[in-house]
């Protein structure tokens, strides 16, 4: 990968008038005693690509997670797409509607055909007629390439086949927005791949997306930027090159020392 | 030997040992043979399983007496059982009292009715065991079947002679109370599993818990003691309400709370992340709990649900002790007759197999089901 190509990708900013895609501001979330974020600011700009990376423990998952309320925070707000998320159900409904997910450990569900995993969603929340949602379905299922799994059940699939059709029911309800937890981590390297390009297709196609990964290669080449979490707060953050290249603190050259001897 | 390619090159296939394969002299030179001691257990036991299946077919078949002669005041001679006794059974007490066992009091010449209610009990149970019928309109075959049996059971419609309930009697009793039990029972234990597990409604929860501890901390006995006496003294004069129905509701809340805690097993044994991911989707909690929690649930949990819906068919019996006549009130009441009383081993017998033959369908039946789910997901 080049570094020009990379340099040379502008930010693409939402136009003006645009409503940031996620808005958290002086987050704050505690488990217990354990303060797990701490003031966390963060705008994500409409068709942003933020990667975020940090060490274990920093806090990553449970940030990315409080954005479509699988946790709940306690200071701060967080604002998606317009919507503030709070105690009502109905703010709720919206945002997860609009905001899609993949998880480190797939969590397709596994009494269910892929079909069905895909379908399911559109069927009940989008109340779409079992016909479309199938043929939705299947469009997505050839967009991740793996149409011919369609009546097989998770079981019966590969780790990396299974991201991808986690990846393909999240778009299923066409969301605005993706987060992405640690996608690859739970991948044998040599499945890794096959998910990466699927998620750098959806990057192309401009969707916002929010990806907790530590995968350097993929932050140079589709990032717009690179978020570093280190003890529940936000230490650096700037484009991918920059961070890389040139980290200001001590907690972010550590950790970029730890992560190029990991790999 | 599982892979016969190891990166390309070929691993020749080594036969499976001779033991593990089909023939019985094979098998039982390993397992029954392979050392003196495990010879001398062999010959002992095996002398002792023949001793005992030879007594078995001696007093059950060779030495019975199938049938007795009737005296003239219309009760049965049993001098030929009398005197076979000990060393043959007596099945002509059954013959003489089976329908007294099936059905009890039930008016003699009416009790084509509870056959047929009997009947209608184990097609239900054969639909609703397969899963071609698990629709929607399961629910309505349910309706249909179980409102044929109250009709065909009180009658008073139709040209039926009117029965009231204190004359039913025998199996139609245990089917109903177990069936009417359980299926009611499991809808109110799946919500009270669930409440129990809330976290957005701490009242709610509270409730569950209380419930279930309550319910498991007493004996079923005195649940239904508390059904039969103490209920009917906080009912407004005049209002009476069935005895049976009385019991059911006693038997309907103790199932309830030992399969709510069933139940709770397998919500808990579910990882995290299904239903964060069903909620991720959009999903709302009904649909989330519908679709994607209890399927998987109540799988997981398939052998002690069937564990505790076989003790609680067995459990049925204990109405015996507020005098409602189930099947096993029932056998015990046939042999009270002077001529009968000295043969309940064979009518115990009798109803141990009715039981039994119950139970085991229930739980061959479960095996099966836990295979085909299992099968269905990996095909
Ligand atoms: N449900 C929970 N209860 C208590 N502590 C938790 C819970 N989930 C996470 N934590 C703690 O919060 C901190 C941040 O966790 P997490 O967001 O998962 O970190 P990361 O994803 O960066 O590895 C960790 O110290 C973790 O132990
Ligand atoms: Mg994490």
């Known amino acids: 990968m080049s570094l020009t190509q990379t340099t040379s990708r502008n930010v693409r900013v939402a136009p003006p008038g645009d409503v940031p895609a996620i808005v958290l501001d002086k987050v704050n979330k505690w488990y217990g005693l354990m303060h797990v974020l701490?003031?966390?600011?963060?705008?994500?700009?409409?068709?942003?690509?933020?990667?975020?990376?940090?060490?274990?423990?920093?806090?990553?998952?449970?940030?990315?997670?409080?954005?479509?309320?699988?946790?709940?925070?306690?200071?701060?707000?967080?604002?998606?797409?317009?919507?503030?998320?709070?105690?009502?159900?109905?703010?709720?409904?919206?945002?997860?509607?609009?905001?899609?997910?993949?998880?480190?450990?797939?969590?397709?569900?596994?009494?269910?055909?892929?079909?069905e995993n895909c379908t399911l969603a559109p069927i009940w929340v989008r109340k779409m007629p079992k016909a479309d949602a199938e043929e939705l379905a299947m469009s997505y299922l050839s967009r991740v390439k793996i149409p011919e799994q369609a009546k097989k059940y998770p079981g019966q699939l590969?780790?990396?086949?299974?991201?991808?059709?986690?990846?393909?029911?999240?778009?299923?309800?066409?969301?605005?927005?993706?987060?992405?937890?640690?996608?690859?981590?739970?991948?044998?390297?040599?499945?890794?791949?096959?998910?990466?390009?699927?998620?750098?297709?959806?990057?192309?196609?401009?969707?916002?997306?929010?990806?907790?990964?530590?995968?350097?290669?993929?932050?140079?080449?589709?990032?717009?930027?690179?978020?570093?979490?280190?003890?529940?707060?936000?230490?650096?953050?700037?484009?991918?090159?920059?961070?890389?290249?040139?980290?200001?603190?001590?907690?972010?050259?550590?950790?970029?020392?730890?992560?190029?001897?990991?790999? | 030997m599982s892979t016969t390619t190891l990166r390309g090159a070929t691993v020749p296939l080594k036969p499976q040992p001779a033991t593990a394969m089909g023939s019985p002299w094979i098998w039982a030179r390993a397992n029954l043979f392979n050392s003196w001691l495990s010879t001398a257990i062999t010959l002992v036991l095996g002398y002792l399983v023949v001793r005992f299946a030879v007594g078995v077919i001696e007093w059950g078949f060779l030495n019975a007496v199938w049938s007795v002669p009737t005296r003239a005041d219309g009760t049965a001679d049993t001098s030929a059982c009398l005197n076979a006794k000990g060393i043959g059974a007596c099945w002509a007490v059954i013959h003489d009292k089976y329908r007294f066992i099936l059905f009890g009091r039930y008016p003699y010449e009416e009790?084509?009715?509870?056959?047929?209610?009997?009947?209608?009990?184990?097609?239900?149970?054969?639909?609703?065991?397969?899963?071609?019928?698990?629709?929607?309109?399961?629910?309505?075959?349910?309706?249909?079947?179980?409102?044929?049996?109250?009709?065909?059971?009180?009658?008073?419609?139709?040209?039926?002679?009117f029965v009231p309930q204190d004359s039913w009697g025998g199996l139609p009793i245990t089917l109903i109370l177990s069936t009417f039990g359980l299926a009611f029972a499991f809808p109110l234990a799946v919500l009270v599993a669930l409440g129990r597990r809330s976290t957005q409604l701490p009242a709610v929860k509270m409730i569950c818990v209380v419930y279930v501890e309550l319910i498991r901390g007493v004996p079923l006995v005195s649940l239904l003691f508390m059904a039969s006496v103490m209920f009917p003294l906080f009912l407004?004069?005049?209002?009476?309400?069935?005895?049976?129905?009385?019991?059911?509701?006693?038997?309907?809340?103790?199932?309830?709370?030992?399969?709510?805690?069933?139940?709770?097993?397998?919500?808990?044994?579910?990882?995290?992340?299904?239903?964060?991911?069903?909620?991720?989707?959009?999903?709302?909690?009904?649909?989330?709990?519908?679709?994607?929690?209890?399927?998987?649930?109540?799988?997981?949990?398939?052998?002690?649900?069937?564990?505790?819906?076989?003790?609680?068919?067995?459990?049925?019996?204990?109405?015996?002790?507020?005098?409602i006549f189930?099947?096993?009130?029932?056998?015990?009441?046939?042999?009270?007759?002077?001529?009968?009383?000295?043969?309940?081993?064979?009518?115990?017998?009798?109803?141990?197999?009715?039981?039994?033959?119950?139970?085991?369908?229930?739980?061959?039946?479960?095996?099966?089901?836990?295979r085909d789910l299992d099968r269905a997901r990996s095909r």
């Open chain 2, 236 to 323: 407004p004069e005049g209002i009476n309400i069935d005895k049976l129905l009385r019991a059911q509701i006693a038997i309907i809340l103790f199932a309830a709370a030992y399969l709510a805690e069933v139940i709770r097993a397998g919500l808990q044994a579910l990882p995290k992340g299904q239903g964060e991911a069903a909620d991720a989707l959009g999903l709302s909690y009904w649909q989330k709990t519908a679709r994607i929690i209890l399927p998987q649930a109540l799988r997981l949990v398939i052998p002690p649900l069937v564990n505790t819906f076989i003790g609680f068919f067995k459990d049925t019996s204990l109405v015996l002790i507020i005098g």
């Open chain 1, 158 to 263: 590969s780790g990396g086949q299974q991201q991808r059709v986690a990846i393909a029911r999240a778009l299923c309800m066409k969301p605005k927005i993706m987060l992405f937890d640690e996608p690859t981590s739970a991948l044998d390297p040599e499945m890794i791949k096959e998910v990466l390009d699927t998620m750098i297709g959806l990057a192309e196609d401009g969707m916002t997306m929010v990806c907790v990964t530590h995968e350097m290669g993929f932050a140079r080449q589709v990032a717009d930027r690179v978020v570093f979490m280190d003890r529940g707060e936000i230490v650096e953050s700037g484009p991918p090159n920059e961070l890389f290249e040139n980290p200001k603190t001590d907690r972010l050259q550590l950790f970029l020392s730890q992560i190029l001897r990991g790999h």
């Open chain 1, 38 to 115: 701490r003031d966390v600011s963060l705008t994500v700009a409409q068709r942003e690509k933020v990667v975020v990376c940090g060490p274990s423990g920093s806090g990553k998952s449970t940030m990315i997670r409080c954005i479509n309320r699988l946790e709940t925070h306690q200071q701060g707000s967080i604002v998606v797409d317009g919507t503030e998320l709070t105690d009502d159900t109905r703010a709720l409904d919206t945002v997860r509607r609009e905001v899609g997910m993949v998880f480190q450990s797939f969590n397709l569900f596994p009494h269910l055909t892929i079909l």
């Open chain 2, 111 to 161: 009790q084509w009715r509870p056959a047929i209610c009997i009947a209608l009990f184990i097609a239900l149970f054969i639909v609703s065991g397969m899963r071609r019928f698990w629709r929607r309109e399961l629910a309505w075959i349910w309706l249909g079947t179980l409102t044929a049996i109250g009709v065909l059971m009180w009658g008073g419609v139709l040209g039926m002679q």
């Open chain 2, 326 to 370: 189930d099947l096993l009130t029932a056998g015990k009441v046939a042999i009270s007759e002077p001529a009968w009383q000295s043969f309940a081993t064979e009518i115990y017998i009798v109803l141990a197999l009715v039981y039994f033959t119950f139970c085991f369908a229930m739980s061959k039946y479960s095996r099966g089901l836990e």
